[in-house]
């Protein structure tokens, strides 16, 4: 059975950090994304990092997240700084799909950034 397990979440002070975690065997072959839904917003794709380390992010954390992959722990990070208000979501690690494979989900863990 095919898990990603999230970690990291929690509270956190406007310009504060925060690095979320996730563990899956799929870290070893897969493009690896973190996304996040707000309350009433759709979920974006806020970073991602192929198998050969090319990274991609939103706009809005640019500068401020940093996604990053070991695979001999199996684990992709995103490194939150400078943290606001707006970055507050429930944040899901994703393992995207080839071509014709099924993508997979985590848990979701959910970061509250106050001001």
């Known amino acids: 059975q095919v898990q990603l397990v999230e970690s990291g979440g929690g509270l956190v002070q406007a310009g504060g950090s925060l690095t979320l975690s996730c563990t899956s065997a799929?870290?070893?072959?897969?493009?690896m994304a973190w996304y996040r839904q707000a309350p009433g917003k759709r979920r974006e794709l806020v970073a991602s990092?192929?198998?050969?380390?090319?990274?991609n992010y939103v706009d809005s954390v640019k500068g401020r997240f940093t996604i990053s992959r070991d695979s001999a722990k199996d684990m992709v990070n995103l490194q939150m700084n400078s943290v606001q208000p707006e970055d507050t979501a429930v944040y899901y690690c994703k393992a995207e799909a080839p071509p014709g494979l099924s993508a997979f989900w985590g848990q979701g863990t959910q970061v509250t950034v106050s001001s």
């Open positions: 799929l870290v070893r072959t897969r493009t």
């Open positions: 990092i192929t198998t050969g380390a090319s990274t």
